[in-house]
């Protein structure tokens, strides 16, 4: 039996039951119209703790403290949270800047500095503001409306918030997945950063929380692609509190299925958004590789595509080059047979066996001009299904990131 | 004892001892000014031949067809090659139409097919004219002087000709390496190719021979990018004839370590003329890692550095933005101690040990302004050296690339 997941309205990461948020402007980001950059998210209830890591060699001392604070054994009550500087290559004043920064937290919402998480995005290189942080992160007030204030707080050059949640109910008890996420933009001198934090008041067993999340993240995160570079404080994490009330969820059952489900539904989505508004973008790109050889084959080719520069131009200039989706999926290196591929954009095909065939130009022109382009490549050897998600490449993403601010 | 290895006046694929080339102009490419777009390159001494080609899961026939000619047990007299049809995605035509101008090249010179390469580049999924191929080939003259010939027949959105020769003496006999290649730039519909020919009239065991070339290509051709896509055609050959009548070269002693150097430089003047005239590119970014715990790690980190759209838009921006540097070394996931980690653009030090350092910014900008940049990364944990050579990303790029021409 499939439990139905339904959306939650206006769902973001504090509609689980028994999580809370808040946020306030420090004047660590430049400032702005409504802008916020130190944020905080609570549970009273103690979270088991799932997460997933950049996995740069060089890591922001905060990435490095809070995945030591993650865990099967560990539980968390916060995460404290701040943009506009990365805390990365400060040398030996950032784990001790990290630390404080849970330490002040911790303090403020009467948890201990062990249980709270830290998170930084921003300029690599620039040693984290400390007497901000000392003044402002005791005056955020944590409300279980307070999501889409700690949605803004995360966010860097991102046009909008990222937020979902959805619910499903086992035996008369709803429980809830929500989250928030932000995306790669660019402030200078420095690329952003990938940051996701997702909660339920699922009662969830810790080692069944980590697989579903790193099971979620391999089919979400891992598959888009902005600009090919990978930031050294990418962090998504999954509290969860049980706070709804339900029997422990540990895999093998239709909660666990409906719960996995969830978490990779909140997840796409927090992704989608991601590539959605990367920088300089003008529309998502949502390449579906089917007929692979196996779901990996599928999911590494489909991400080829996603993040070939030449695709993301082809499409920014609709043009349905199928010469260079052959190209970027070839780069895959999988096992394929040229003359059994079929592709197609939107729904329109254009190309049979591995040879182009004759199709209305205009209405594959006007596909590649909406907001959204779906591009599919059915290699017809086999069974393996992939997705990704990219944007296209422009002017303004050279403009964006090539603008002299020093 | 080293050998010498000197630079050759208008060094060109010709220049050793026993070739001839030439090209005509067939109605392939655009027509255009004193373009040319079939080259013929030949030896009457019969030649040892190695080769590296594409990794790409997609392949042109005519890669196909020319790898089964390349080996320690093959000939090889002559290579064909044409211009704005890369000969890929056509069906079962394609390998017909690669065997059929192998046939008409080698009528032609009076070889047989079999000791004839053939390469393509151009735009992927249309079938090669080969009514031009029958009628064009037969015209092209070969000569002593037509390696420039040459070089301009395999060029496509190129801006100008990559030639190269070189030369060292052995007990009084002059040996010489020369070489040509095109690279990356756009026809629509379609990326173009990477080709490189490489010539040398010295006496050399096939297997030395392609030792020698696959470790060039690995210093070289494999470490340069300008956009991160790889071509279905993409192809490096060496040609060895002994017509300078020295003795044989099979690795060991002087002449074999000096034939390996000439190899490689001819091979990098080749790559690295590729990298500075890639698409929309205003600059040469060259990339130097040392004091990594290996050679690999340092010519991956470095390849990942140059490859960068973050570096080569900060590059293009003038901004000595070194998180991004750090970043995508960091991408590399080599072993790496960051709190060693020394920055230098051009010989102008910007970290020291990981962290920002006061430095002469209009020092750092001026140098960034320059036709070539050099940024060189010292990890500081090893004797690992490696160098990388990419371009800087511009919105030349976009623009060119997403040009709407169907």
Known sequence: ???????????????????????????????????????????????????????????SPTVTLSRSRVGVEKQVHAIVVNSGCANTAVGEHGILD???????????????????????????????PMALMREFIPQIEATEDGGEEFARAILTTDKRTKEIAVSFDVDGVTHTVGGVSKGSGMIHPNMATMLAFT????????????????????????????????????????????????SKISGGDAASEAFAEAVLKVC???????????????????????????????????????????????VYGRDPNWG????????????????????????????????AISYNVQSVVSALGGDEVRLRVALNVGDGYGRAWGCDLTEEYVVFNSAYTT
Chains 1, 2 share one sequence.
Do not use: W
């Open 268 to 314: 796409q989505h927090l992704a989608i958004e991601i590539a959605r508004d990367g920088e300089g973008a003008t529309k998502l790109i949502e390449v579906t590789v089917d007929g692979a050889h196996s779901n990996d084959d599928a999911l590494l080719a489909s991400r080829e595509c996603a993040a070939s520069l030449l695709v993301k131009t082809a």
């Open 98 to 128: 990290a630390q404080e920064m849970t330490e002040i937290a911790a303090t403020h919402l009467g948890v201990t500095a062990e249980q709270t998480l830290v998170c930084s995005t921003g300029v690599i290189g620039v040693e984290i």
């Open 199 to 246: 909660t339920t008041d699922a009662n969830v067993d810790p080692e069944f929380l980590q697989a579903t999340l790193s099971a979620a993240v391999k089919l979400s995160f891992n598959q888009i692609d902005v600009d090919g570079d990978q930031s050294t404080n990418d962090t998504v994490t999954l509290m969860a509190n049980g706070a709804a009330g339900g």
């Open 1 to 59: 039996m499939t439990l139905p997941i339904e959306s939650v309205p206006n769902g973001t990461v504090t509609s689980a039951k028994g999580f809370s948020a808040g946020a306030v402007f420090a004047g660590i980001k430049t400032p702005g119209l409504d802008k916020r950059d130190i944020g905080l998210l609570y549970s009273e209830r103690p979270c088991a703790v799932a997460g997933t890591f950049s996995q740069n060699s060089i890591l």
């Open 324 to 355: 260079r989706i052959f190209m970027a999926v070839g780069k895959a290196q999988i096992p394929l047979d040229e003359s059994k591929i079929d592709c197609y954009v939107n729904d329109i095909q254009i190309v049979a066996e591995g040879k």
